[in-house]
């Protein structure tokens, strides 16, 4: 049963990711990176990471797109035209494509040459109790240092915002 | 029993239910607005228009389903069915009682405890979002437009006071799986005062409570939050262009939106299926006795009838009351039906609650409605966690 859905997740995600940028609307693009951010939460949830997977659902498909959908109706953008490409893109970018995908290829053989090292529900480090273990004892140096930074992102946002008021 | 046989006739159950809830919790609204507003209300179709429901259902079906020129029509049509889909979903993992034996297989009122239970009714809820706004998007007309750029913009201002009110009887729970969190509310202070968070000890949540219910209040996008949909400016919001069966899906999802809320405070703060106080002072006794009293004063208004056709009816629906209430007796079924009833007494009062505050709050500004949840909601839902995390560290 796993293996199928991680199938059918993973060719979802993949395809949507395609979907993003072949694209011209970007209202359709912000569409299929939802349905990225779905899939992929789904596939955290086969691996046995639960809280992962919700706070995947709950931050990036129910708060970050919802704003990226936000300002794209707030601007109003249209369709954008597509160009015709340069001649260099057009003669390299395939091939350049394939060789891209066969490095990857190789290198994650390299640093994973035993398949069987990932399992279905095989990880337990995934639940809401040993994350929050992880975040306030062994992390915690850098999960506080972070904590600081998107204060100080926040802060920023307000500053700019506010001079735009004036 | 087969996991997936039982787990497809506790879904057919609770779809079934859940359905005919929604049909008739729009009668129960019209009835209990038009008598906050001393009229009758539906009184036409069926004794007092219980048959109301059902003929606006059909009403809806065969009406015409206009589909207006320069949508984007995948969009357009997908969104009402995103509404309903998700609205729907968050109830499966709601629990409605504990561990029943139902002809020799034991299993529990819910259809799957799932150990992030919590999260993931907060993922569903942040994503019912996005409905709206492409429905608003994709019908290319400026009103539903603006309504679907309100929608987004309050439903996640309102997203976090909601997630700091859920996490506070979370740190008194010490669970995420929302039966542990029923579980754990089970047991009585000196034997009378009911261990519910919202009394539990050592920090009572009764401003998570409120928190909770107003933030809820602005999520399903009802009064007074119910700038999306503002007739007096937006015509209707978002769903301006829809008609027919979609336009009625946006509703469905509303009140389905509204019963997953309800349940959701239920099991967060009141308790779930627990009842008031313990069965040693007869808290069994109670839905009998309640049901045999509601017998009785139908078969009083049926002597002293206020309207001309209640002389007919008022003996039926006291008859029925009557049967209900020795139902509530037979020592076989109370197993079952006394968890069933406390829960849903409890949710059924806040979806009364949701529709008393309709019949009497204006709408809000939407200057105010920002102001509101940014100045006054956050910042209190902050200190109520905070407050609540530093006396269960001292105390726990």
């Known amino acids: ?166 | 029993m087969n996991f997936y046989l039982l787990s497809l006739i506790k879904a057919a159950v609770m779809v079934g239910a859940l359905l005919l809830t929604l049909l008739y919790l729009q009668w129960v609204e019209r009835k209990v607005i038009a008598h906050v507003q001393v009229r009758l209300g539906p009184h036409r179709v069926g004794p007092h228009g219980l048959l109301q429901p059902i003929a606006d259902t059909v009403k809806l079906l065969t009406k015409e389903d206009l589909m207006p020129p320069g949508v984007n029509k995948f969009l357009y049509v997908l969104a009402p069915f995103l509404a309903i889909m998700l609205s729907l979903i968050s109830i499966s993992v709601i629990p409605f009682g504990p561990a029943v034996d139902v002809a020799g297989v034991t299993t529990w009122m819910q259809l799957a405890d799932v150990n992030i239970g919590v999260l993931l009714i907060l993922a569903i809820s942040s994503l019912t979002v996005y409905a709206v706004v492409l429905a608003g998007w994709s019908s290319n007309s400026k009103y539903p437009l603006l309504g679907g750029l309100r929608s987004s913009a309050q439903m996640i201002s309102y997203e976090l006071p909601l997630g700091m009110a859920v996490a506070a009887p979370l740190l008194l729970s010490n669970t995420l799986s929302l039966r542990g969190i029923v579980e754990q509310q089970s047991h009585y202070y000196f034997g009378f005062i009911p261990a519910w968070n919202i009394f539990h000890a050592p920090f009572p949540q009764v401003f998570g409570f409120i928190i909770f219910l107003i933030a809820m209040f602005a999520e399903t996008n009802r009064v007074p939050f119910d700038l999306p949909e503002a007739e007096s400016e937006l015509v209707a919001g978002f769903h301006t262009e829809y008609s027919s069966m979609k336009f009625a899906g946006f509703f469905m999802a509303e009140y389905a939106n509204m019963i997953t809320a309800c349940s959701m405070a239920t099991v967060l703060f009141l308790g779930g299926w627990n009842p008031l106080f313990s069965p040693r002072y007869g808290s069994n006794y109670v839905p009998a006795v309640l049901f045999a009293a509601a017998g009785l004063m139908a078969l009083w208004f049926a002597l002293h009838p206020p309207h001309k056709g209640d002389r007919k009816t008022m003996p039926v629906f006291g008859l029925a009351a009557f049967v209900l209430a020795a139902i509530f007796l037979v020592p076989a079924l109370q197993a079952i039906l006394l968890p069933l009833f406390w829960f849903l007494a409890k949710a059924g009062f806040l979806i009364f609650t949701f529709i008393w505050v309709r019949a009497t709050l204006p709408r809000f500004r939407y200057d105010q409605l920002m102001r509101f949840a940014w100045r006054f909601l956050f910042p209190a839902a902050i200190l109520n966690l905070l407050v609540t995390g530093l006396l269960v560290a001292l105390v726990g």
């Open chain 1, 1 to 166: 049963m796993d293996p199928i859905l991680f199938l059918i997740f993973a060719a979802i995600a993949v395809v949507c990711g395609i979907n993003v940028v072949l694209q011209t609307h970007p209202i359709a693009s912000a569409l299929s990176l939802i349905c990225v951010m779905g899939s992929l939460a789904v596939i955290y949830l086969l691996l046995g990471a639960q809280f992962i997977a919700a706070v995947q659902v709950i931050v990036y498909a129910g708060a970050i797109m919802v704003l990226f959908v936000f300002t794209i109706m707030l601007l109003n953008a249209g369709a954008e035209k597509k160009s015709a490409g340069s001649l260099v893109s057009r003669a390299v970018g395939a091939p350049a494509l394939v060789a891209l995908l066969g490095f990857l290829s190789y290198v994650l053989y390299r640093a994973f040459p035993n398949p069987l090292a990932v399992r279905f529900g095989d990880f337990t480090l995934g639940t809401a109790e040993s994350v929050g273990k992880a975040v306030f004892t062994t992390y915690l140096l850098p999960f506080e240092i972070t904590s600081v930074l998107v204060l100080i992102a926040i802060l920023g946002a307000v500053l700019l915002a506010y001079k735009e008021l004036d």
